[in-house]
């Protein structure tokens, strides 16, 4: 397993503005996964995250709105760029350490945004 | 294209009952998961299930896996209130390591 921390946990924002959210891992691992979850809905995937490559971003998502970094095997940022009342939501980074033969992902604890 | 639907996606249950969930899928992983989610709080997983006729418990949870049928049911006996939480299940792309979530069941357990 992993032990996964993001900052902030929440925050209020102005539209138009930018917030960037850090995820950190207690170990390193090859894949990390941002998604976003609207109150009483699932899980929508926005981009998976390979050390030393660009973000793969799922459709409906593209890399002007939400700019993610990966710099090491522990570390990732999500930037919600130019924010609106519709991103409002809790944003969860989540890795999967492949070791063990299958896909399970750990989940940080997540940051809920707030846009006014 | 690669569905996973669990049913029923809310239930309310009395404290000391049985009931079940059910997560059917359309891929061909075969490689099941189950998470919970508190009310507040981030997804923690349950179990992880790898093979046809799996099957996982964990207190008054169990998780059993059919392929063929490509249904996974988790079954809850004689629930208590600390059960109350939402569900989801989930199977692997085997393409590109991603999970594939269903729409998630919310359980509330009543005294």
């Known amino acids: 397993s992993a032990v996964i921390s993001q900052k902030p946990s929440r925050d209020i924002c102005q539209r138009g503005t930018s917030l960037t959210i850090q995820c950190q891992v207690d170990?390193?691992?090859?894949?990390m996964f941002w998604y976003r979850q609207q109150p009483g809905q699932s899980l929508t995937l926005i981009a998976t995250?390979?050390?030393?490559?660009?973000?793969?971003?799922e459709s409906g998502f593209v890399i002007d709105k939400f700019p993610i970094s990966r710099p090491n095997l522990t570390f990732s940022t999500l930037t919600v760029s130019n924010m609106s009342p519709e991103d409002s939501s809790i944003y969860l980074c989540?890795?999967?350490?492949?070791?063990?033969?299958?896909?399970?992902?750990?989940f940080g604890p997540g940051t809920r945004l707030t846009v006014t | 294209e690669l569905k996973v639907e669990q049913n029923p996606l809310f239930l309310s249950m009395q404290e000391g009952k049985n009931y079940t969930i059910y997560c059917n899928y359309s891929?061909?992983?075969?490689?099941l998961y189950w998470y919970r989610q508190d009310p507040g709080k981030s997804l923690e997983s349950l179990f992880v299930?790898?093979?046809n006729g799996a099957v996982k418990q964990e207190g008054r949870l169990m998780a059993s896996l059919d392929t063929k049928a490509r249904l996974s049911t988790l079954h809850i006996t004689a629930a208590v209130h600390d059960l109350s939480a939402t569900y989801f299940c989930?199977?692997?792309?085997?393409?590109?390591?991603?999970?594939?979530w269903g729409a998630g069941t919310k359980l509330i357990i009543k005294p």
């Open positions: 989930a199977v692997d792309n085997d393409s590109n390591y991603q999970l594939i």
């Open positions: 299930l790898l093979s």
């Open positions: 891929t061909t992983s075969d490689r």
């Open positions: 989540s890795v999967s350490t492949l070791g063990t033969g299958t896909y399970e992902q750990y």
């Open positions: 170990s390193q691992v090859t894949m």
């Open positions: 995250a390979n050390q030393g490559s660009e973000a793969t971003y």
